[in-house]
Structure formats: structure tokens, C-alpha cells
């Protein structure tokens, strides 16, 4: 009888901590915290900027990419923002939100430096912008002289 129990017990234990007497392997559950290198902090996020998505759309043959990097710790937005074609040189370029597809928003981050391409910066954004931006109700667009209101535009998305 006890020595049904200590088999029984031994056997609930190999079970338990997945030791496999055969090649003789034991597993551990490895706890995984916020901090783990293996949970992403990072939003990877994307715009396919064109007069087709300005709003209202235009003729410009421009085309231009966001490449972002929103860190959710730090709730800072990093970018670099490219673009060929345009009409002239770019005189403005901002985020704009909240705004879905075919509607326009005040800018929410404005860019600010050398307007030419690549355009790189960072912005730490408040709870509001962060909202917004997760979301999918932020674009943005490249201004010019011919095109005041707006040159090329894309909606800023997180990258599937």
C-alpha cells in the first residue's frame, strides 16, 4: 500500500514537472516578463504617401513612405519619411489626427528641420496621440508651393 503511494506520488511528479525518464529531459516553464527582450515594445508602423489619398486628391505623380517605430514604453514615435516626385521642393510636412482615410485633421505633430527627403525625427506623443495614432486615425502629408493644402498623403498603420 505504501508502496503503491510512492509510485503514484512519483508518477504525479514526473507528470507535474514534464521529466521524461527516457532521455532523461526535464522542462521548465520560464516565466516571461514585460522587460523580456521576447515582448515587443515596438509598433512597427507604415504609410504609402500620394496626391490619390490627399484630400481632395490631386494629380501630383509624387509618391512617398512613412518607416516608423512607436515604442509603447516611452510612448515615443520615431521616423523616416521618404519621397520622390514631387511638384517642388516640400514646404511643410506634419501628422495629422485624429483622422480615418478621406478626412482631413489638424496636424498633431508638426516636422520640423531639412524638409528633404529622407526626413528623419522623434516625437514623444501624450495618451490623447497615442490613442489616435494605435488606432489607424493619423496620416501624413507632405506639403508644397503648388500644393498648399497637401501634396502626398498616406494613412499611418501599423505594419501587419
Same mark, same amino acid.
Given at each position: 500500500m505504501?508502496?503503491?503511494?510512492?509510485?503514484?506520488?512519483?508518477?504525479?511528479?514526473?507528470?507535474?514537472?514534464?521529466?521524461?525518464?527516457?532521455?532523461?529531459?526535464?522542462?521548465? #516553464?520560464? &516565466?516571461?516578463?514585460?522587460? $523580456?527582450?521576447t515582448?515587443?515594445?515596438? *509598433?512597427?508602423? @507604415? %504609410?504609402? !504617401?500620394?496626391? /490619390?489619398?490627399?484630400?481632395?486628391?490631386?494629380?501630383?505623380?509624387?509618391?512617398?513612405?512613412?518607416?516608423?517605430?512607436?515604442?509603447?514604453?516611452?510612448?515615443?514615435?520615431?521616423?523616416?519619411?521618404?519621397?520622390?516626385?514631387?511638384?517642388?521642393?516640400?514646404?511643410?510636412?506634419?501628422?495629422?489626427?485624429?483622422?480615418?482615410?478621406?478626412?482631413? #485633421?489638424? &496636424?498633431?505633430?508638426?516636422? $520640423?528641420?531639412?524638409?528633404?527627403?529622407? *526626413?528623419?525625427g @522623434? %516625437?514623444? !506623443?501624450?495618451? /490623447?496621440?497615442?490613442?489616435?495614432?494605435t488606432?489607424?486615425?493619423?496620416?501624413?502629408?507632405?506639403?508644397?508651393?503648388?500644393?498648399?493644402?497637401?501634396?502626398?498623403?498616406?494613412?499611418?498603420?501599423?505594419?501587419?
Open positions: 505504501i508502496r503503491s503511494r510512492t509510485t503514484l506520488i512519483a508518477s504525479l511528479l514526473i507528470s507535474l514537472f514534464g521529466i521524461t525518464a527516457c532521455n532523461k529531459t526535464v522542462m521548465t #516553464a520560464t &516565466p516571461v516578463s514585460v522587460n $523580456s527582450p515582448v515587443s515594445v515596438l *509598433i512597427a508602423m @507604415t %504609410a504609402q !504617401l500620394s496626391g /490619390a489619398t490627399e484630400v481632395p486628391p490631386n494629380k501630383s505623380t509624387g509618391k512617398g513612405m512613412v518607416d516608423a517605430n512607436f515604442n509603447k514604453q516611452s510612448n515615443v514615435l520615431t521616423w523616416t519619411i521618404t519621397y520622390s516626385g514631387l511638384t517642388g521642393p516640400a514646404t511643410a510636412a506634419h501628422f495629422h489626427g485624429p483622422a480615418g482615410p478621406g478626412v482631413n #485633421a489638424p &496636424p498633431s505633430v508638426p516636422l $520640423s528641420g531639412s524638409l528633404d527627403s529622407p *526626413i528623419k @522623434t %516625437a514623444t !506623443l501624450t495618451a /490623447a496621440q497615442v490613442s489616435d495614432l488606432a489607424g486615425n493619423w496620416y501624413l502629408n507632405v506639403h508644397t508651393a503648388a500644393n498648399p493644402g497637401g501634396e502626398i498623403r498616406g494613412q499611418v498603420m501599423a505594419k501587419p
